[in-house]
């Protein structure tokens, strides 16, 4: 009995944390737990009334203990209604907040004059410095004193403290020799994080207020105020991760680091982790369950002979020692958590139920830290986990006729998949195909490396040169992995985008694997299970891709950056500069579930824009492939995307100026070197303009014949004179801030104005007018 109203308490507070997404969340934990006390206490009365009527003695006092046995249900269930409310308050007390003293408070606003002013920002370093996409040196701060300098000449400032976390960026070089518990001064800008500006883009601002900052801090300069490197932890990770780099060179070396201590606690490089986390192996280099089981497991195989006080005890300091050189991260506290449960079980004689273990930690670590309910790394720790549990012995009777170990290897990583897939979806969109037969192939490859890997690290606390030998010898398993995964990256369709699914479709698809797990019915029925739960992710993002039409004009700088979707046809327009592939049109049309584009027009705005079709081709091929020859050294014509296009036969043409382009649903035209790009799509003029002055556009387009525009997308600094002169129905101004003085006088016109820089990207649908993304996505926020 105690039992069970444990579970029942815990499942009521976890719900009612996950219920805050849902307006009085809390609540509807309350009312579900007053329904069930109802319906316990309907039980009683029809109890009492059989005790009542019951004329054996015998059968009087079996009833009556039944009767018994359900009184406790309805407090219960009126306790676990009230934990859930409460939960939902504790959420949102512990939720970061802005203090009066936060350094945020003191970042110039976006739209001021004085955002380029310099500050001098004096702190502690929270974190190791690691390396960011763009090359440049990254760590925490936590701020205590703020200096504003007059000017350059004049470096005098006015100090302030304050208080509160930074996200700090500095180049490279100056990043180098940092550690941990430093006080330095950076000379730098503060800016607020952004949120996303475009559909499936990533929300900094998010990110930040999730790790309990406000704001960030771009570096120029750094002085060390004290250099006072106190002992810690970051000190035993750099000398286990410096031992097996010199064993193994890098990427080796790095990655094998992460595989024992975890990516977030190794500088790993980003193009091994984009391999992994693409090919479905995230899991592989996050330190987690597997780890701790392998640790103690090693530590109960030596230590069988030895009494059970003497393995307890060892076993729990090597799972203290593996959290603090992982870090108090979400996933590991769970795995560390469940390990001291079935230590704990073993110095008892007593079994552990995995199950009530795993609720028992989730509990916990929620208690600790409510925000983690929407940590996605907790949320994949904990469903996998649940999956092994659950599903795996399920899947290992279903495979009796395989051999044992082939068996149990075959339902792991399925077990795990069926559980995190819909969550991966709902954040991703994306399905690595080849997920499921990778992870039974690299599952020998990564005991094998994780292993090693532990004996290497703690080798090399003693002696670094005898680590570095032991390291050496995971080179070929480690180099056999690294090719495997890559291999497997490379084959035709190793990644399909599904597009995004609603929150209907991911609570449908975990009740169906709720249901088939532990409803009689249901597990008979699994297969019919398995075909609706398919089903309902696929058919969505069908017809939604073959009935849409919509256009899509991403906030990507300097650069009209479009996509046309016709039903089913998609056409991209330019690329935007280097890393607006990767980070805004591949996660863009991977939430819209598109896999491959049919055409591809590049009009160079930018003059060096290679770099990002690469990172587009790379991942989706494209059909057909135009690009204009604005001059002869014309970076589009370069080799490595003629090879790309050839390799995925798509077709490829260079076009001089003025040639028009015909997909059938759009006529592009490039009608100027400058450049100026003219569209007809759906029944709509649009013009995009580059660096040409107001006259010389309306000059060329009187020469032309060319009619004005319906929508019109140029810089901030031409805006008012073409809206004046060219007074289009839609005018977007791609970058740059427009003073409060234009703003008045565009107002006065009849043009609807966006600017992307604040609105993000702008969307047209047949049905509506323009939209924009920030705009839409608050609406949806306030009605949530």
Request: glycine share 8%; aromatic share 10%.
């Amino acid at each position: 009995m105690f039992q069970s109203a444990g579970v029942i308490i815990c499942i009521a507070y976890i719900l009612g944390l996950l219920l805050t997404a849902v307006p009085g969340g809390g609540v509807w934990v309350l009312l579900l737990g007053i329904v069930g006390a109802v319906l316990s206490g309907s039980r009683y009365t029809k109890v009492r009334k059989l005790a009542q009527s019951s004329e054996a003695g015998k059968g009087r006092v079996q009833v009556t203990a039944n009767f018994w046995q359900f009184i406790p249900h309805a407090r219960i269930c009126l306790i676990a209604g009230l934990i859930g409310l409460l939960a939902s308050f504790y959420l949102q007390w512990r939720v970061p907040a802005v203090g009066e003293t936060d350094i945020s408070q003191f970042v110039p606003p976006a739209n001021s004059n004085s955002q380029e002013q310099l500050v001098i920002v004096r702190g502690e370093i929270m974190s190791s410095p690691r390396v960011t996409r763009s090359q440049r040196g990254q760590f925490w701060l936590e701020a205590s004193q703020l200096g504003q300098i007059k000017n350059e000449k004049d470096t005098e400032e006015t100090q302030k403290g304050v208080t509160g976390k930074l996200y700090v960026t500095v180049p490279l070089l100056q990043a180098t020799g940092l550690y941990p518990g430093e006080t330095i001064e950076i000379t730098g800008m503060l800016y607020k994080p952004k949120g996303a500006s475009n559909p499936g883009g990533f929300d900094f601002q998010k990110f930040l207020k999730q790790e309990g900052a406000f704001a960030g801090l771009m570096g120029r300069q750094i002085n060390i105020v004290d250099e006072n490197r106190q002992w810690g932890w970051w000190q035993v990770r750099e000398r286990i991760v410096r031992s097996q780099v010199r064993g193994l060179d890098v990427p080796e070396g790095s990655l094998v680091s992460a595989m024992v201590l975890g990516s977030k606690a190794v500088d790993l490089p980003y193009d091994i982790r984009d391999m992994f986390v693409k090919a479905g192996l995230a899991h592989a280099l996050a330190a987690s369950g597997f780890q701790t089981s392998l640790i103690l497991s090693v530590i109960l195989q030596l230590t069988k002979r030895a009494s059970k006080a003497i393995q307890v005890s060892l076993g729990s300091l090597a799972l203290i020692i593996f959290l603090f050189l992982t870090g108090f991260q979400a996933a590991v506290l769970r795995a560390v958590i469940m390990g001291f449960a079935a230590l704990l079980g073993l110095a008892l004689n007593r079994k552990v139920k995995q199950l009530g273990s795993l609720l028992l930690a989730a509990t916990l670590l929620l208690l600790f830290n409510p925000l983690w309910i929407w940590d996605l790394g907790f949320q994949l720790s904990f469903l996998a986990t649940l999956g092994l549990v659950v599903s795996s012995p399920a899947i290992i009777n279903q495979l009796g006729w395989l051999p044992p170990a082939i068996a149990s290897l075959i339902a792991v990583p399925l077990a795990a998949t069926i559980w995190t897939l819909p969550i991966i979806l709902y954040n991703f969109s994306v399905v690595a195909v080849y997920s499921l037969p990778l992870n039974v192939l690299t599952t020998p490859f990564i005991s094998i490396i994780s292993i090693g890997g532990m004996v290497s690290a703690v080798i090399s606390l003693i002696s670094p040169e005898i680590g570095s030998s032991v390291a050496s010898v995971l080179h070929l398993p480690t180099y056999c992995l690294i090719k495997l995964v890559e291999f497997c990256n490379q084959l035709p369709s190793s990644s399909v985008a599904v597009g995004s699914l609603s929150l209907w479709q991911l609570l449908t698809a975990y009740t169906l694997i709720l249901l088939v797990c532990f409803i009689g019915w249901w597990q008979k029925r699994w297969v019919f299970a398995t075909l609706i739960t398919v089903g309902l992710v696929l058919f969505p993002a069908w017809h939604s891709a073959n009935t849409l039409t919509r256009i899509t004009l991403l906030e990507a700088g300097a650069e009209p950056v479009i996509v046309i979707q016709d039903q089913g046809k998609v056409t991209l327009i330019n690329s935007g500069d280097e890393g607006t592939g990767r980070f805004t049109i591949l996660p863009f049309l991977q939430q819209q579930g598109i896999n491959h584009i049919d055409w591809g027009i590049a009009t160079d705005f930018q003059r060096n824009n290679s770099d990002a079709w690469l990172e587009v081709l790379q991942n989706l091929p494209i059909k057909n492939f135009y690009a204009y020859a604005i001059n002869k050294d014309n970076p589009i014509t370069n080799q490595a995307i003629t090879q790309v296009l050839q390799k995925d036969k798509g077709f490829y043409q260079m076009l001089p100026v003025g040639q028009p382009i015909n997909t059938g649903s759009t006529v592009a035209q490039l009608i100027n070197e400058q450049p100026i790009l003219q569209l007809q799509v759906f029944g709509q003029t649009w013009l995009l303009v580059g660096n040409v002055k107001a006259k010389e556009v309306e000059r060329i387009m009187k020469a032309g014949g060319w009619p004005n525009p319906q929508v019109l997308w140029c810089n901030s600094e031409s805006l008012k004179d073409l809206v004046i002169s060219l007074q289009p129905q839609v005018a977007i101004a791609g970058y740059g801030n427009l003073d409060s003085n234009t703003l008045a006088e565009l107002s006065k016109t009849s043009t609807k104005l966006f600017l992307t820089a604040q609105d993000g990207a702008v969307q047209w649908t047949p049905q509506g007018e323009f939209e924009s993304f920030i705009q839409v996505s608050e609406n949806k926020s306030s009605a949530i």
